[in-house]
């Protein structure tokens, strides 16, 4: 794992109701993790905090930069992807094109 710093984002709000907070501030908790898990990017704790003005959320050793991923695959066979001279077939084209090539 890459290079990993603390990460705080707060929300400022008009006062919210003082039973709402908890709900409030854990949603908030939840869907940021959720957020970065779907991003890929590893962290070791989150915290909440919240008051009548403010909803916040602290992330500890959170990874600066996503893990490389690979991704495999499959194009056409080579017969199908190159003519005898070696040059590329519509279908290697193709295959290319659909891979950002």
Known sequence: MGSQ??????????????KALEKLSIAFANNLEQSL??????FSNVTRFATPRRLAVSVKGLQLEQSDITIE?????????????????????????SCGV
């Open 37 to 42: 898990r779907q991003a890929k990017l590893a």
């Open 5 to 18: 710093a603390d990460f705080l984002v707060e929300i400022g709000t008009e006062e919210l109701p003082p």
């Open 73 to 97: 695959r499959k194009g056409p066979a080579l017969k199908a992807a190159f003519k005898e001279d070696g040059s590329a077939t519509p279908a290697a084209m193709g295959f290319a094109r």
